[in-house]
């Protein structure tokens, strides 16, 4: 997960709508059902689909009331927590 990509589309949700993001997420995943597709692209659809379920998830902070800078912190703290575990 990149936080520079999260911000930016929690920016784009702000902006627009969180719609959009449900429908790009519903068009990759269905994209990866693809059988000639390489590893390395189904990693970089992976990648993407991680950042932009990230950004949704700051996005309902941020509703709460949350600052962004904290929400987007808070949400890598998690993430990286995860992974340590």
Same mark, same amino acid.
């Given at each position: 997960m990149?936080?520079?990509v999260?911000?930016? @589309? *929690?920016?784009?949700i702000a902006e627009? &709508?969180v &719609?959009?993001i449900? +429908? *790009?997420?519903?068009? !990759?995943e269905?994209?990866t059902?693809?059988?000639? !597709?390489k &590893?390395? +692209?189904?990693d970089?659809?992976?990648e993407?689909?991680s950042?932009l379920?990230g950004?949704?998830e %700051? &996005? =309902?902070e941020?509703?709460?009331? %949350?600052?962004?800078k904290?929400a !987007?912190?808070?949400f @890598?703290k998690r %993430?990286?927590?995860?992974?340590d =575990?």
């Amino acid at each position: 997960m990149k936080l520079p990509v999260i911000k930016h @589309m *929690t920016q784009f949700i702000a902006e627009n &709508d969180v &719609d959009y993001i449900h +429908e *790009t997420l519903e068009t !990759l995943e269905a994209l990866t059902e693809v059988s000639s !597709l390489k &590893d390395e +692209e189904l990693d970089v659809i992976g990648e993407i689909i991680s950042n932009l379920y990230g950004a949704i998830e %700051v &996005d =309902k902070e941020i509703k709460k009331g %949350v600052p962004q800078k904290e929400a !987007l912190n808070g949400f @890598m703290k998690r %993430v990286l927590g995860s992974i340590d =575990k």
